[in-house]
């Protein structure tokens, strides 16, 4: 026992090493982001650059929260993403669903077809959709915002819901009948407990797909939806960047995404298992 | 148990979902103020830096006429590609659209002509260059609204420095001043670009060469006497390879002894830093940040400011102006342009803005000899000067600057740079681009 301990420990060490390589490869961006909010002007831009403030301030975090339209801008990205969210559940969920479960060749079509859409680049739909959203009267509006969102995050919706509902086996289902349940209620209180993880992965994809989307928002909204993503870059301007305004917004929003996938990350683990494990 | 504890929580976050999509989808708005498109109310377009400069007389314009004037702000890159969308589409959700100058070949076609507010004695009261640049295909197209320009930034600590003065006058035979020619700015530059601490290490440069940014070549080469600015926009013809193009870049590059290494890196943001860090004696930069150097640089209370230095030609800077426009598409034709004659009117409004800049002559001349408006006189005699020209009026011109001036100015501030192969490759890439 010891001797096999003792032939393991350098390939823990090396994945321990890796692991926190890329720890810091994919984190320091981040950490500089928040070091970088806590900066005087002059740290901030400093040359060479600095890690660590040579004086730590929270002016930066005052200036930008009392900056005009930043609070109207985070209720916005806040009731665009749950709208977004709720729409790409509500449409994504029975569509992968039937996908699945019926398997008729139209809906493989669909299924390639929806995957299609998302190698469309976004700026050439955003065109179409300025007008589409004006004559259907709800440009810069949330509502208008969020469906233009779902467009981003429902194939991949779809396909995410499509994995999950393949691992789970029709017997379920089957034995829910025979219990005296019809689809919709076999569906309902069988089906969808079991891929519960599966929504939540879905929910948080499609929440963060809206919640940090920059070109929709640019083109389809001016003042009362504008989101957040947009006030953060109005922080770049042709004279200059201020950084501490940047990075002091961008750290406060970054806090419910964060939040966000803590709270759910039992679910995301159990999701992401949920679909590897299919046989 | 289990199953029905998860359905529940399920079924508790479907429901708390829909309810929030419910209320959200009444209301069918968001929370940042009311409809657009009104009645009473124009939609200005503005980038994220100037909204401050027009607010003061949005604010003016509505208490005197009643219209609300909503300004839309949004982040300078993102501008470009907003206008562009919408004047493509046909309509437009904005009534007004604050215009960086070299946008205003591009969107020309889209936007009304402005020629009735071009009177006699708005175009005295407007910088020359700026009068020119607002004029594409034969009209009028934008209302300079603020315009900016490099001006020269000196230490006053340095320059009034006793032993300095003495020094300088003993080696080079001149009083040491804030200079005014090439010849005098390479002086200064190789003369305070020394060791100051005595660690064996250049600690002070005479000034900063930038090479990710373009716009302080482009003002050298109009400080030759050059009138054709990279090339003609009419005929087409590059002029970027002629004598006095190449006379700018080798003044440019001849600087770099006296400038802090990593000039093929060096933008905007990074040579103000420097000049903050106390690490430059002198810089080129717009004229807008001498009211906003930060309190705890090392230099607060030590900057001087005088005109943009002048070459063989003259004193010339680049005219970095915004207009504003009408887009075609709009239905409130005329209200938009008695916003526009409304905001020329009141330009003085904008002194005293974060930005505090101006278009107007005579709102410059108005704070002549006031205290924390010295960069206006050295604005005012750059932009005033007859080799001060705007930038080519072409719709490529951004493109020509990524693809061509830049990677060009990059690497001709590397080591062993041939200025003159560089001149006619970058010659051969615009053609390219603009044929």
Known sequence: ?279 | MKLRSTSGRLRTAMAGIAVASVILAIAGCGAGGSSQGAAGKLTVLVEGGGKAELQPIADLYQKETGTTVELVELPYDGLYDRIQTELGSGKTSFDVAALDAIWLSAFSTGVSPLDDLFTDDVKRDLFPGLVTEAQVGGSYVGMPVWTNSEILYYRTDLFGDPKNKAAFQAKYGYPLVPPTTWKQYKDVAEFFTRDTNGDGQTDLYGTDVKGAVETEWLATVSQTGEKTMVLDPKSGDVSIDDADHLAALNFYTSLLPYAPPGAAQLDWAGAQNLFYQGKLAMMRFWGHAYTQTPANAKVKGKIGVAPMIAGPGGIAGVPGAWYLSVPKATEKQAEAKKFIAFAYAHNDLSIKTSLGLVARISAFESQAGVAGHENYPAILTTLKSPETIARPATPKWQEIVTSVLTPMLQKAVAKGANNAALLKQAKGQIQAIVK
């Open chain 1, 1 to 279: 026992m010891n001797g096999l301990e003792t032939r393991r420990r350098p390939t823990r060490v090396i994945l321990w090493g890796t692991l926190v390589a890329v720890l810091v490869l994919y984190g320091f961006p981040f950490v500089y982001l928040l070091l970088t909010s806590f900066k005087t002007p002059l740290d901030a831009i400093a040359v060479p650059p600095q890690v660590l403030p040579s004086q730590w301030t929270l002016d930066n975090y005052v200036a930008a929260l009392s900056k005009e339209g930043v609070v109207p801008a985070l209720i916005n990205s806040g009731a665009t993403a749950v709208l977004s969210t709720a729409f790409s559940l509500a449409l994504g969920v029975p569509a992968a669903y039937a996908i699945t479960r019926y398997r008729t060749p139209s809906g493989r079509i669909f299924v390639v077809a929806a995957l299609v859409t998302r190698m469309v680049p976004t700026i050439a739909v955003g065109a179409p959709l300025v007008e589409t959203m004006r004559r259907l009267g709800i440009s810069d509006t949330t509502i208008g915002l969020a469906i233009a969102h779902t467009t981003i995050s429902l194939p991949l919706s779809i396909w995410l819901m499509s994995s999950f509902f393949e691992a789970v086996p029709v017997e379920l289902e089957e034995a829910a009948k025979v219990d005296g349940s019809d689809r919709l209620q076999a569906f309902r209180h069988v089906v969808l407990p079991v891929v519960s993880g599966g929504l939540a992965v879905t929910a948080i994809f499609a929440f963060l797909a809206s919640w940090n989307e920059f070109l929709f928002a640019l083109l389809l909204t001016s003042v009362r939806a504008q989101t957040t993503p947009i006030v953060i870059a109005n922080f770049q301007t042709q004279f200059g960047l201020d950084w501490g305004g940047m990075t002091a917004l961008s750290a406060v929003y970054s806090v419910p995404v964060i939040l966000l996938t803590l709270a759910l990350q039992r679910h995301i683990v159990a999701g992401l298992t949920l679909g590897a494990v299919k046989g």
